[in-house]
């Protein structure tokens, strides 16, 4: 037991560190990723339907987005390696358990699974990295965590439409992350020594709970109204204000109640922190929209295959990897950070909107350029917002304040998912409706409502199909665009303070805590 503040950690010392921790964010990153362009498949092959497809993805974020801010907290209680090591398990039981779903319902159960997993992963890298890293030194080492994720989205969706073509068809999708998460493990142990922060531990339980079921209850809402039941209904009044009175509750036990908040509502005060976060909240919608549509859009409306889909995927990657690399070297050796996040943002806006204007037939070079502007601004905005929030964030407060702007940004993906899947399920019942009606067969828009089986279908339906999912999909671009525009008016408003030059110590923890080696 010692009381001294260990010495900082030597470049090499990081880099082995990082080994670990980036191998775990690649785990996360690869989760959703892989499975991206074999979703159409996995939903014809156990007869889902569009709400089925969009709830594979939602689970998934749902359980992420409402467990972030818990295993950010819990980062500033207990070890931060075995909470690490812990998501990674959750992880790879909820893989596995998807891997050999028989239906729907399990598939979409295990998802959640995984969900919680990868919102400790998401959360603690972050943590864990700013931890060991100055704020202004983090743009240094943001450039790995950027070809990380880059490299996710590049690989996952080519081996997950690679292997869902392959005779191991889609499930071996699920299998694909065991092999490294299990290394991640691995070298989380060998490779991974932070002193723990010992003091009295007084967990939220009641404020977790209180905001993961209101959470959950609004995304209920949103993503089944006006298809399993109308929006003007009973079931729609009760989920609704049922999510508003638990969230209403949340902030009360928050504010007054709990010792030790999950979400301390005082990180609020502060307007970086405020404005970082909503901002993080538009980028969400952006950037889940992007990944989970443009796949139907490749696949549905262009009729291209999982592994092609995963090809052309490679536009939105590139960009997303050279702006993340360059803006965070960029600001490691300038320490200005706010030109970065304003320009970023105006490249998401532009891609939106962009995108809002594709449908079945624009030239795929076209498509590309566009996909290329927005992982462009993706890039960039995604990793550098939460930098501004470690920057003022008190010593005690890191893992919160970081979960914070995680776990916004992911709410905002999880409401963008819902949102825009409720609202595409209806735009492409209608056209198909219109489209069939006139060829002369009779159609409802229950006919819309599933995936199709573009390569069963006679060529005048197959290109009645193809234009409503083309059609409908460049809608949601445009729909996402006001928040885009609502993320740049956040950051530039965004008060530049120079970043802090001094890793988060130890010795300025708040006093009567201990430190273990």
Request: glycine share 10%.
């Amino acid at each position: 037991m010692s009381d001294a503040p260990p010495a900082p950690m030597t470049h090499r010392q990081i880099l082995e560190a990082l080994s670990g921790l980036l191998l775990a964010m690649f785990v996360a990153m690869i989760s959703s990723t892989v499975v991206t362009n074999a979703l159409p498949r996995i939903v014809t092959d156990l007869e889902g339907s569009q709400t089925g497809y969009t709830w594979v993805v939602v689970a998934t974020l749902l359980a992420m987005t409402a467990t972030t801010p818990v295993w950010g907290k819990l980062a500033d209680l207990f070890s931060k390696k075995l909470l690490v090591q812990l998501a990674l398990l959750i992880y790879l039981a909820g893989s596995l358990v998807a891997a050999l779903a028989p239906n729907m319902e399990t598939l979409i159960g295990a998802r959640v699974l995984q969900g919680l997993g990868v919102g400790g992963l998401t959360a603690l890298v972050q943590i864990v990295i700013a931890s060991m890293v100055s704020p202004r030194d983090l743009g240094r080492y943001s450039g790995y965590m950027g070809a990380v994720f880059a490299a996710a989205t590049v690989t996952g969706p080519l081996i997950g439409g690679v292997v869902a073509d392959s005779p191991l068809g889609w499930r071996g999708c699920f299998f694909i992350g065991l092999p490294f998460g299990i290394v991640a493990f691995v070298l989380l142990q060998k490779t991974l020594h932070l002193p723990v922060v010992k003091r009295e531990v007084h967990i939220d339980y009641l404020g977790a709970t209180l905001i993961m079921a209101g959470v959950s209850l609004l995304l209920i809402w949103v993503s089944l109204a006006g298809d399993t039941y109308a929006w003007a209904s009973l079931t729609s009044a009760l989920l609704l204000g049922g999510g508003l009175l638990l969230l209403a509750a949340a902030v009360f036990v928050e504010a007054r109640i709990a010792r030790e908040p999950v979400v301390p509502l005082r990180l609020f005060k502060d307007r970086t922190i405020t404005l970082a976060t909503l901002a993080s909240v538009f980028v969400g919608v952006s950037m889940f929209a992007s990944t989970v549509y443009l796949s139907q859009y490749f696949q549905l409306a262009r009729g291209m295959s999982p592994t092609e889909a995963g090809l052309m995927s490679i536009a939105m990657v590139g960009g997303l990897l050279v702006s993340s690399i360059v803006s965070g070297r960029a600001i490691s050796a300038t320490g200005r950070w706010k030109t970065w996040l304003i320009v970023s943002m105006a490249l998401v806006l532009a891609g939106c909107v962009l995108l809002g204007t594709i449908d079945e037939r624009t030239n795929l070079i076209l498509v590309g350029v566009y996909m290329a502007v927005l992982g462009t601004g993706l890039g960039a905005a995604m990793q550098n917002l939460v930098l501004p929030v470690q920057n003022v964030a008190a010593p005690a407060d890191l893992g919160a304040a970081s979960s914070v702007v995680a776990f916004f940004r992911s709410l905002g993906g999880t409401i963008g998912v819902s949102a825009l899947g409720a609202l595409l399920t209806p735009q492409v019942a209608d056209k198909v409706t219109d489209g069939l009606t006139a060829l002369g067969i009779p159609a409802t828009g229950a006919q819309g409502s599933g995936i199709p089986d573009l390569t069963a279908l006679p060529a005048p339906v197959r290109a009645v199909f193809e234009h409503a999912f083309g059609a409908s999909i460049a809608e949601l671009f445009l729909v996402s665009a006001p928040f885009a525009a609502l993320g740049l008016l956040c950051v530039v408003f965004i008060k530049e303070i120079p970043l802090r030059t001094a890793v988060h110590t130890i010795d300025e923890v708040p006093a009567g805590a201990k430190v273990a080696s």
